[in-house]
């Protein structure tokens, strides 16, 4: 998991996740576009930084050509790193599946994040994992 600090025009700060898909490119949401972003690598817990952390500034960012801010359709967005992540026994890349993988319903898959479990709770300042079904979309 990649965690990013992201510092907006207006001067707010907030964070999003996002995956390592190659040493040079992070995945993430486009609503997590800002001015500037960081990125840490290697993190589990927030609060206390770890030998295994790579801090790395974003040097561009690639959100989808048709993201709709109001809908959130192709909330998608590619991260270009200043500079390539080192890959260690706590940084590793996730590959983009190819147009012949499809995920079949019913499969368990797995999220993670340092979001919220609850509405009212405050975000998580440690990784967090959830294993969850694919539902069907015509369901």
């Given at each position: ?6 510092f ?9 996740g ?63 790193l ?24 019913g ?16 975000v ?16």
């Open positions: 998991m990649a965690h990013l600090e992201i907006t025009d207006q001067g707010y700060v907030f964070n999003c996002g995956f390592l898909i190659s040493q040079e490119f992070v995945m993430t949401a486009a609503h997590c576009k800002g001015r500037t972003i960081t990125v840490t690598l290697g993190a589990h817990d927030m609060k206390r930084q770890e030998s295994t952390w790579q801090k790395i500034e974003v040097k561009k960012q690639f959100p989808h050509p048709n993201y709709d801010f109001f809908t959130k359709l192709n909330d998608i967005m590619l991260l270009q200043q500079t390539k992540a080192k890959l260690t026994h706590a940084v590793g890349t996730i590959p983009l599946p190819t147009p012949s993988m499809f995920v079949q319903p499969r368990m898959c797995r999220a993670a994040g340092w979001e919220k479990t609850e509405v009212t709770e405050p998580s300042n440690t990784l967090r994992e959830v294993k969850l079904r694919l539902m069907d979309a015509k369901a």
